[in-house]
Structures are given as C-alpha cells and as structure tokens.
T-cell receptor, first 116, second 117 residues
Framework: AQSVTQLDSQVPVFEEAPVELRCNYS??????LFWYVQYPNQGLQLLLK??????LVKGINGFEAEFNKSQTSFHLRKPSVHISDTAEYFC??????????????FGRGTQLTVWP | GAVVSQHPSRVICKSGTSVKIECRSL??????MFWYRQFPKQSLMLMAT?????????EQGVEKDKFLINHASLTLSTLTVTSAHPEDSSFYIC?????????????FGQGTRLTVV
C-alpha cells in the first residue's frame, strides 16, 4: 500500500516570501504524484501532477514541485507567495494499477497561511 | 480540466432521515467514482470506490448498509446516507476518473457539507 507524509501541518509565511511544502511518500510500486489545494468548504483543485518524464513539474498559480525518487519526495515550492495562496494543500499518490486508477492516498494536509 | 458537479453543496437534515448526494461528470465518462469523507482539519479518507454498473467496494470500517452508493451510469454516482445521526456530520467529496486515460488524475466535486441535527 501507499502512504504519504506531509511533514508540516502548518506553514506561516509572509507575503512575497518563498515557500516549500514538504511531502514524502512510500510505495512498493511506481506511483503518480499530485498536489491539490483546498479552499474552505470547497473541493480539491489540482495544482500539478507528476506522471513521468522531467522531474521538475510546473503547475498553476506559479507553483512547482520536484520529484526525487531516491528520497521519495515531492516537495511543493513557490518563489513568492500571495495572500490568496492561503489554503490547505494536500499531497497525494496513486499507483498504476488499472483497476484502481484514480484512487488517491492523501497526506494529512498542510495549512499555508500567508501574512501581509 | 474535466468538470465534476456535486449536489447539494450544503444540507441539514434531522437525525434518522436519509440524505442523497449526487456526483455528476459533466464532460467525460466516469468509469470509476470515489467517495471521500473529510473531518475538520483532517485529510480525506476514502469511503468507497464504485465502477459503473457494478457494486461499490467499501473501505474497511465503512458500513455499506449505511452509506449506499449507486453508480448506474457513466456520468452519475449517488451516495445516500441512511438513518443519519449527528456523528455522520462531515464534508463528503466525490471524485471521478476514466480508466481509458491512464495517468489521468481524478477530478473532484465541490463537496457536500452534511449537518445532522
């Protein structure tokens, strides 16, 4: 089975500062990796995903993440955050098995709070 | 990206009644739909996986008689919370994927906030 660890439950940061949200995973098979953002009382919006190829993935809203297979990590970064980036961020993995394609294993989430 | 519509967004019901939540894929065929439950300040926990035309597969600890899932068509899945109790109050989110597109992520509905009083 897969598991995801988000090392920080809360990350406070000032506006225009850089931010990194950490994510590590464990799996015995190849996985797909995702970062989602959730605003209060809303569903999840995909920020970016890694399926294969280049290990540096660029997503929406200026976010990017780097897949590191040796460290089993997929950390999310943004060079300069805005107040509107304040939200809950979830890292997730899914495996390649066709029968359960789309089934995601989520981390506990990281609350990013951007202060003016 | 693809659109998944979940309805209602909020519902308040009396204890003992049943509530139905709909999840529709608007512009693609959802061969598989997933139902998640999210407690405050916590992550999403998978409740069940449903494939179109077959019975849902429930995760361990989820009561299948209480959380009825129907996936009768490629664009619609429903979750019915039967005989709801206050402890069933939660945020329920569906997601949909298509096995015909490997690597495609699951698309999420907007979620339903259920409050049982």
């Amino acid at each position: 089975a897969q598991s995801v660890t988000q090392l920080d439950s809360q990350v406070p940061v000032f506006e225009e500062a850089p931010v990194e949200l950490r994510c590590n995973y464990s799996s015995s098979v190849s996985v797909y990796l995702f970062w989602y953002v959730q605003y209060p009382n809303q569903g999840l919006q995909l920020l970016l995903k890694y399926l294969s190829g280049s290990t540096l993935v660029k997503g929406i809203n200026g976010f990017e993440a780097e897949f590191n297979k040796s460290q089993t990590s997929f950390h999310l970064r943004k060079p300069s955050v805005h107040i509107s980036d304040t939200a809950e961020y979830f890292c997730a993995v899914s495996d390649h098995r066709g029968s359960t394609l789309g089934r995601l294993y989520f981390g506990r989430g990281t609350q990013l709070t951007v202060w003016p | 990206g693809a659109v998944v519509s979940q309805h209602p967004s909020r519902v308040i019901c009396k204890s003992g009644t049943s509530v139905k939540i709909e999840c529709r894929s608007l512009d693609f065929q959802a061969t598989t739909m997933f139902w998640y439950r999210q407690f405050p300040k916590q992550s999403l926990m998978l409740m069940a996986t449903s494939n179109e035309g077959s019975k849902a597969t429930y995760e361990q600890g989820v009561e299948k008689d209480k959380f009825l899932i129907n996936h009768a068509s490629l664009t619609l899945s429903t979750l019915t919370v039967t005989s709801a109790h206050p402890e069933d109050s939660s945020f329920y989110i569906c997601s949909a994927s298509n096995r015909g597109h490997p690597g495609t992520e699951a698309f999420f509905g907007q979620g339903t906030r259920l409050t049982v009083v």
